[in-house]
Structures are given as structure tokens and as C-alpha cells.
């Protein structure tokens, strides 16, 4: 890679990252509607121009479709995100390189903004993943439940805190209750 190179991808990874990079309440601020990124690379004396990403903004700033392309210009994939009223993304869809859908989540909230249920679709919208999340009283996530589509558990996760409301440990069992991981967590005062 002669120097040139060099110095024309660190300008434009430069120029793209402060765009990028920029804070949700800035879109929203400036009312950015979208963003797109090119290459321009010089290969054998000639320079060529390829698509790199594009990203699609909400009023509020959210990205709602993010497209990735290949060293080739060609599309790699596509993720598009839906929103509730509280800034909560209720559904994903993700798209294959051909842009067919790949699978599609949706995701459920309680009355407090947490996450009750998560949904995983395929490309026929039939159901092939779910997983429900359960809270006490002090709004602390205590359990998730992962089940396949008829319903049968493939896993759960057990979550408990100190009295400072801090988690301390994640345990997560197989369906057989055989644990496959426990992570802990500790705090310095």
C-alpha cells in the first residue's frame, strides 16, 4: 500500500467516524436523515470508488436501517429497527447478502420499560426462539428463560444482587438444570 493510500483512508476513516460518531441527540438536532459512506481507493494508478455503509435514521435519531456492502461494492447486509414511544427497539429485521430476510426479532415491554419477552423468527415469520425475562419487586432482572418454538426450555439464567440492589451472579443451566456457566460479579468500594 504506497503512502498515498495510506494518508486517503486515514482522512476518510477521520471524516466518516465524526459522522458516525455523532450523538443520537445530535442527529436529531440537526435533523440528519441519513449517512453514507464511500471508498476511494487508488489500485494500479486508477482510483475507484466503492459503497462502504449507509445508515438511515428516525426523527428521534434512532438508526433504523444500517447496510454494510463488501470490499467490493457489492451489499453485505441489512439490519432495519422499529422503535417504541419510550426509545425501546420492539423489532428487528435482518437481511442475507441477497436481501432476503434472515430472521426477525421482536421484543415486549412491561409497563416499567423492561424487557419481558424476546422473539425470534425466521425468514417465514414462524417462531424458532423465545425468551422471557422475569423481574422482582425491585425491578432487578432475576431469571430469563430461553425455549425453541414448541416451547420446550433450552436454557435459563438465574440472577441474583446483594442488598445494595448490586448483581453478584449470573448462573445459566442447561434444560436439564446442569450448569453450563456462572459468572460473578464483585465491587470495590
Known amino acids: 500500500m504506497n503512502i498515498r493510500i495510506l494518508i486517503s483512508l486515514?482522512?476518510?476513516?477521520?471524516?466518516s467516524n465524526c459522522i458516525l460518531a455523532q450523538s443520537k441527540k445530535t442527529i436529531k438536532k440537526l435533523k440528519i436523515k441519513s449517512t453514507a459512506v464511500t471508498v476511494t481507493e487508488t489500485i494500479d494508478g486508477k482510483e475507484k470508488t466503492r459503497n462502504d455503509s449507509y445508515q438511515k435514521y428516525d426523527n428521534s435519531g434512532h438508526v433504523i436501517e444500517d447496510i454494510e456492502y463488501n470490499k467490493d461494492g457489492n451489499f453485505k447486509k441489512k439490519e432495519t429497527k422499529k422503535f417504541n414511544k419510550n426509545d425501546d427497539p420492539v423489532e428487528e429485521s435482518i437481511y442475507d447478502e441477497k436481501g432476503?430476510?434472515?430472521k426477525k426479532i421482536i421484543t415486549e415491554y412491561n409497563v416499567n420499560n423492561d424487557k419481558t419477552t424476546e422473539s425470534i423468527f425466521d425468514s417465514k415469520d414462524k417462531l424458532i426462539e423465545k425468551t422471557i425475562y422475569g423481574y422482582n419487586l425491585n425491578d432487578e432482572k432475576i431469571y430469563e428463560i430461553t425455549s425453541d418454538e414448541k416451547g420446550k426450555v433450552l436454557k435459563k439464567s438465574i440472577y441474583t444482587y446483594d442488598k445494595n440492589g448490586l448483581?453478584?451472579?449470573?448462573?445459566?443451566?442447561?434444560a436439564n438444570s446442569n450448569v453450563l456457566s456462572i459468572k460473578k460479579y464483585t465491587y470495590e468500594y
Open 10 to 15: 486515514l482522512l476518510l476513516i477521520n471524516s
Open 100 to 102: 432476503n430476510l434472515k
Open 167 to 174: 448483581k453478584t451472579e449470573k448462573k445459566t443451566m442447561d
